[in-house]
């Protein structure tokens, strides 16, 4: 049966059951951990990657989904004269999006691809609010003003207590990495408008509570939250105390407390965690 179809990449913070419930198509990366190629969410868990990096030789290496899987994945889901939509982590982490939209042009399916600016949970945010009206019956302009709207009220702010990862994937230069590391600086990342903004840094974790409190303090004001996840590296503890201060909150809002994707993983290095959320204006 005809109809449009959702698509993500694996760095989506989806649930295993709200890809089944949504029928939400993950096309996976994938990524080395010493010379042994895994792929995300089908040869290995977000849980065990966190174990194989905190113990590899080397910094894993992430790497996109094939031109081929995109192909084959669009051409698949528009046998039936379906509809694509697929969308995908922001270009200022990963070339991804640009794969997709490559092949969309090679594929016989009428596919749109999406740069969602955003990735982890606060993709998922829009994949699953795209997935629900496809799945009522939803035109594709519809669906897609309205991830365009939960993109514009969303917000991904990331804690880094540790640059040795950062420092090894060239994001930030060895001698900086060695004088933040001496000094214990923590950094706040914030993901806006595709970008990755450093909020504040400083020495300690104070410097992270601190720029956290003014967070929470802002979520307070919101009356219509939608939806919050909190992701993490191997910082269980950390992300369970920060549920504890926005559930009370939201009491009505489910929070989904996750190990975060690969990607995020290797980047933010181990200790590092998010917190995401969406929201609706008032009426």
Do not use: W
């Not at 090894?168 to 001698?175: E, F, S, Y």
């Amino acid at each position: 049966m005809a109809s449009i179809k959702i698509v993500t990449d694996s760095s989506a913070g989806l649930t295993d059951q709200e890809v089944k419930d949504l029928d939400i198509t993950i096309v996976p990366l994938s990524v080395m951990i010493d010379d042994t190629i895994y792929i995300e969410q089908e040869t290995i868990t977000n849980d065990e990657f966190f174990q194989k990096m905190i113990h590899s030789k080397a910094l894993p290496k992430t790497s996109q989904p094939p031109l081929g899987n995109f192909v084959e994945t669009f051409d698949r889901l528009g046998e039936d004269g379906s509809q694509v939509i697929c969308f995908n982590m922001l270009e200022a982490i990963s070339g991804t999006v640009h794969t997709a939209e490559q092949a969309a042009t090679l594929s016989k399916t009428d596919v749109t691809v999406i740069d969602s600016t955003t990735t982890d949970r606060s993709l998922a945010f829009q994949v699953i609010e795209a997935a629900k009206l496809a799945q009522q019956g939803a035109d594709k302009e519809t669906i897609i003003k309205r991830a365009e709207y939960v993109r514009d009220h969303s917000k991904l702010y990331m804690g880094v207590v540790s640059l040795d990862n950062l420092v090894k994937g060239g994001r930030l230069g060895r001698m900086t990495g060695a004088i933040s590391s001496l000094l214990n600086i923590k950094i706040v990342l914030e993901v806006t408008n595709g970008e990755l903004k450093v909020k504040t840094k400083g020495r300690g974790m104070k410097t992270i509570d601190k720029f956290f409190e003014k967070v929470y303090e802002q979520m307070g004001t919101i009356k219509h939250m939608k939806g919050i996840g909190i992701s993490h590296v191997g910082a269980l503890d950390t992300a369970n105390a920060i549920k504890d201060r926005v559930q009370p909150m939201f009491p009505d809002v489910p929070v989904l407390v996750r190990e975060t994707v690969p990607i995020i993983a290797t980047h933010g290095g181990p200790g590092a965690f998010a917190l995401m959320y969406y929201y609706e204006d008032e009426d």
